[in-house]
């Protein structure tokens, strides 16, 4: 009887236990459906879901671990939609530590996502780009496309804020295919968005717009206030590098207007940083300095602090005060001194060329000179690296293929005929011009520079670019052959050197006018450009010279272009002023880049000799 009693109470508490668990499971499952629930909400509400998430039951998340992690998630999105980045941060960092691969697969490869975001937010791009590499792996694992796609496209912007724009182009380029394969509305607009970033930041300004607009659209569409605020402020920071001051100060206000009901101190930052950056770049520097040093207070963002103590700086010092100004450069300097991973960034660099515009306001010339100087050296360097050729292409090639995309969609639903197709492609083959003007953006940047610094006549030897043919100058040609010679390249890959020069120049000169002469010079420089490969360097170094420099070549290719560019010349007449015929030659002189030599002078003495024989054989032909 006993027994029987004993086996009673046990069978009632095993009972009691399994509905305990079973309810406990039970609103384990609801909480998880409720969470799982609110990704849209949280998009469009953040502040409101933040609140519910605040009064969701904390024992019951806390007793499971999945739970938590899914809570904390939620939490992680709706501090970030709105401004709360500290809190994003934390968040995030939580559930990292808390999620793994067994339990909840999709919410861990998803706190991965974030887990990048929150490493490039704070500079640390190679720990981002790993983690985002790791988030994609696993969606692989899981077939899950979405989070593929936005890792994807997270990895693109770290690329871009790392300057690293090729990569970057390839890897958005996945990214958006992938979402608008399956129409991941907000993924195809975060997209749309990096690409406003890109092409801003590779000097496209209305790609870059394009390219917002879109994005802003979608997120329109969605009711997504952040990312409306995000493109918003992207189409005013892509005015304000294009010297738009109107449009980028009233795109700052539409800004301010988006994000209205996620009011917060970043957002607040954000608004006085774009108006007083602009109107710092605009030169009213009074206007700018009361809100940049509003901006400075509101946040510690030290990157973008940085930023603004380089506008201030500058300001300072062209009001007079000197003292200020260089407390403003230390101070970015000091910054920057935190955050080493933007060593060798143009952000970085451009310290100096504040530091050398200052100095030249103060009449420090030799200053100024050295610390300009050391900037465009490595700024070229840069340069040379972002606007190649092959990266014009690449843009090119990706933008048809998504331009393709998009038209397909198009035609899904409208019908939209081949004839939209044909025309979208000859827009783009127009664009192919783009190919050839990518150094003279560096020109652009350098002349817009200068003409700022105004102080010294010393400083115009430091151009790159030749004003009449668009071309790089002597220095810039020097120093790349500098450059070539002091890498590993050149021991194993030969590299050539030409010498071009137009045959009886002076003639031209003195019988159709200097205009024709030039008109002549501009020729023999298209004709060159037309021969141009990625990495190859071509200036006009004086006079009727110029200078080409192909690296990765052979004898062979050498001769054969050196042919090419002769024939083309002289095939191409120039039409002068009154409407007559001008036929043109030049000769060419080659010389290969031998391992031996360490001085770009050596190697212009040998080709001016090849040079020299090409003249003496009667000209209008190439000699070595
Ligand atoms: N139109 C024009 N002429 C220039 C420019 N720079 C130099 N020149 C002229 O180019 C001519 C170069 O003359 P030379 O070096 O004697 O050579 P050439 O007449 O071309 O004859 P060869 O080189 O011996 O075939 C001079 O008359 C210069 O005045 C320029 O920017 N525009």
Aim: hydrophobic residues 40%; glycine residues 4%.
């Amino acid at each position: 009887m006993k027994y029987l009693q004993l086996n009673k109470f046990l069978i009632i508490v095993v009972c009691v236990l399994l509905k305990y668990e079973t309810s406990f499971a039970d609103s384990d499952k609801k909480l998880i459906t409720e969470l799982k629930s609110m990704t849209e909400q949280v998009l469009r509400d953040p502040i409101a879901t933040d609140a519910r998430l605040k009064n969701m039951d904390k024992d019951l998340i806390q007793s499971n671990e999945n739970l938590q992690v899914l809570w904390l998630l939620r939490r992680a999105e709706a501090s970030h939609y709105s401004y709360q980045f500290a809190e994003f941060e934390m968040f995030v960092e939580q559930a990292f530590r808390l999620s793994n691969e067994k339990s909840l697969a999709e919410t861990h490869a998803l706190v991965l996502v974030y887990y990048g975001v929150v490493k490039h937010r704070k500079g640390e791009y190679e720990k981002s780009i790993e983690v985002l590499n790791l988030a994609a792996d696993l969606a692989i694992k899981l077939n899950n496309k979405y989070i593929y796609a936005y890792a994807m496209i997270e990895i693109a912007y770290t690329l871009t804020l790392a300057e690293k724009y090729e990569s970057a182009f390839n890897k958005l380029q996945e990214g958006y295919v992938q979402a608008s394969e399956r129409n991941y509305s907000l993924l195809i607009g975060l997209a749309e968005d990096i690409y406003g970033t890109l092409y801003s930041y590779v000097d496209k300004p209305e790609e870059s717009i394009r390219h917002y607009q879109k994005a802003r659209q979608v997120f329109i569409d969605l009711e997504y206030p952040f990312y409306v605020g995000e493109s918003t402020y992207g189409i005013a920071t892509t005015y304000r590098y294009a010297k738009d001051w109107t449009k980028a100060i009233k795109w700052y206000g539409r800004y301010k207007q988006a994000v209205k009901a996620l009011d917060s101190k970043f957002s607040q930052f954000f608004y006085h940083y774009g108006v007083g950056m602009t109107y710092s770049d605009k030169g009213d520097c009074t206007t700018a300095l009361p809100i940049i040093l509003k901006a400075l207070k509101l946040t510690d963002f030290e990157d973008y602090n940085a930023e603004l103590y380089k506008n201030s700086a500058l300001c300072q010092a062209k009001l007079g005060d000197f003292a200020a100004a260089d407390a403003s450069i230390t101070a970015a300097k000091n910054i920057y001194l935190k955050i080493p991973k933007l060593n060798g960034t143009t952000w970085v660099l451009e310290v100096d060329k504040i530091a050398a515009q200052v100095a030249a306001m103060k009449g420090d010339f030799e200053l100024a000179y050295q610390l300009i100087d050391s900037y465009y050296l490595r700024y070229i360097d840069i340069q040379q690296e972002n606007t190649s050729v092959r990266l014009e292409t690449l843009k090119l090639t990706l933008q048809l293929e998504r331009e393709q995309l998009e038209l397909e969609n198009l035609e899904n639903k409208n019908q939209v005929q081949g004839l939209k197709l044909k025309n979208q492609l000859r827009k783009i083959e127009n664009q192919s011009l783009w190919l050839y003007g990518s150094i003279l953006l560096i020109s652009i940047i350098l002349v817009v520079a200068f003409w700022q610094l105004r102080v010294s006549r010393r400083f115009k030897a430091l151009s790159v670019t030749d004003e009449l043919t668009g071309l790089s100058n002597r220095r810039f040609i020097f120093a790349s052959i500098s450059q070539l010679l002091s890498s590993s390249t050149t021991k194993q890959v030969h590299h050539s050197l030409m010498l071009i020069d137009v045959d009886d120049l002076k003639p031209i000169n003195d019988n159709y006018g200097h205009q024709d002469g030039d008109r002549a010079l501009k020729m023999v420089a298209d004709a060159g450009r037309s021969v141009l490969r990625d990495g190859d360097v071509f200036a006009r170094i004086g006079g009727d010279e110029y200078m080409l420099l192909l690296t990765r070549t052979s004898k062979k290719l050498e001769m054969s272009i050196a042919n090419r560019i002769i024939q083309r010349i002289s095939e191409t007449p120039v039409i002068s002023e009154s409407g007559e015929i001008i036929n043109v030659t030049a000769s060419i002189g080659i010389a290969s880049i031998e391992d031996l030599e360490s001085e770009p002078e050596t190697i212009y003495s040998r080709v001016d000799q090849a040079l020299y024989r090409a003249k003496n054989n009667g000209r209008n032909c190439v000699s070595r």
